[in-house]
């Protein structure tokens, strides 16, 4: 993987070894029901803790074949290389037996860790932030998020670039300047846009990634944007128009998927897009229900909510992936979240009553407005 910013670039092919901490705690997250599923749903690999399989996926969606995993203890970080003696030598033992050329760890770490490790370990380091700022760069499409991801990764390289000389650390400085300047062109263009939309109901889809946005918003909107088992898949907001029976109309966001620890880096460069995308009338939060890890991708995507809009909106959650869900397991979502809905986006089931709150929603909406 480069740190240099030319995108898009070709798939990781490496090797990895992955480092993560273990859980501190077990049984915080998911139902009982989900618990007793773990081991059957098809991302849950009960030997590597929740944030490892998650950096697994990572990985695997940056190109990289994940080879091996070493498990930490929780605890305070070792400033120098993050991780002990005896965990390091078990890392060079382990990176050695699978032939791996990279290794990948789940915490961010300081540009000094990264050089030591490197110069411990002998192969190439990347911590979690730059591997979601490397699946972002390969996956950006159109001229706006290639200017955002590519501002996100120079902020995070330069204070990382100590090998450079002054004047290339100035070349640096200053292409981020003019990312900047680019950036607000294409924001101030975005706006007469904006304030046509503005009159519309606006429904924007939020959630975790991979949690079934893009599903649902075929599926609202009668659309065919990309679904993918991967995390990621949508990185550019999409906007459609959603018609009821009575030919009322209401204008869906689809936007990207929220993940935990997203380097700060990539919101604060996204940050426009995602204000924009929204600061919607009505906010649905998608939640892959069939995630054994639910509720922290909940927390996570409130987090980022919080972090960026001004005030709370209007928002409904809805359980998506009800198929692969058992009666009794559906049923104690909808005890638990009673305003929620437990639909299915990809079989339809539930997405008449889900359809039927946004047009009430809607009218009350324009109620609201006509007095
Ligand atoms: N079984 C099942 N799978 C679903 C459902 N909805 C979506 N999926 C699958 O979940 C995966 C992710 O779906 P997407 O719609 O791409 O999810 P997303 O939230 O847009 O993901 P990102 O854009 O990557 O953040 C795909 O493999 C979908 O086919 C559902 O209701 N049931
Ligand atoms: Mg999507």
Redesign the pocket.
């Known amino acids: 993987m480069k740190r240099s910013h030319d995108i898009p670039r070709p798939p990781l092919t490496e090797r990895c070894v992955l480092v993560g901490r273990a859980e501190r705690s077990r049984g915080t997250t998911g139902s009982a029901a989900a618990a007793g599923r773990a081991a059957a749903h098809p991302h849950a690999a009960p030997t590597r803790p929740a944030s490892l399989e998650e950096l697994a996926r990572l990985a695997e969606t940056a190109g990289a074949r994940v080879r091996g995993t070493i498990v930490t203890r929780p605890g305070p970080a070792r400033p120098a290389t993050f991780i002990g003696k005896g965990k390091l030598e078990e890392l060079k033992q382990l990176a050695g037996e699978v032939n791996a050329d990279m290794v990948v760890f789940d915490d961010d770490l300081t540009p000094a860790q990264v050089r030591n490790l490197e110069k411990e370990v002998g192969l190439k380091i990347v911590d979690r932030s730059e591997l979601i700022l490397d699946i972002f760069a390969r996956r950006a499409r159109t001229r706006e998020s290639r200017l955002q991801v590519e501002l996100a990764q120079l902020e995070y390289t330069l204070p990382r670039l100590t090998g450079m000389c002054e004047t290339d650390r100035r070349i640096v400085r200053e292409r981020i300047a003019r990312l900047k300047r680019e950036l607000e062109g294409v924001e101030r263009e975005r706006e007469t846009q904006r304030a046509r939309r503005r009159r519309a109901f606006r429904v924007a889809l939020v959630?975790y990634?991979?949690?079934?946005?893009?599903?649902?918003f075929n599926a609202l909107t009668r659309s065919q944007v990309?679904?993918?088992?991967?995390?990621?898949?949508?990185l550019d907001a999409t906007t459609r128009q959603m018609v009821s029976p009575e030919r009322q109309l209401a204008l869906v966001t689809?936007t990207?998927?929220f993940i935990r620890k997203l380097p700060h880096h990539l919101v604060a460069s996204f940050h426009s897009t995602l204000v924009e995308a929204i600061e919607a009338d009505l906010l649905v939060h998608?939640v892959d229900g069939?995630d054994l890890h639910f509720r922290r991708q909940i927390a996570a995507v409130e987090e980022v909510l919080e972090s960026i809009l001004e005030r709370p909106r209007p928002t409904i959650m809805v359980f998506?992936?009800?198929?692969?869900l058992d009666g009794a397991e559906s049923a104690a979502l909808a005890a638990e979240f009673s305003d929620a809905f437990v639909?299915?986006?990809?079989?339809g089931e539930g997405l008449g009553e889900l359809r039927s709150t946004i047009w009430e929603q809607a009218a009350e909406r324009a109620a609201l407005h006509a007095t």
């Open positions: 959630g990634t991979n949690a079934g946005k893009s599903t649902l990309l679904v993918e088992d991967k995390l990621f898949a949508t689809d990207v998927g998608v069939a998506n992936k009800a198929d692969l639909v299915s986006a990809q079989g």
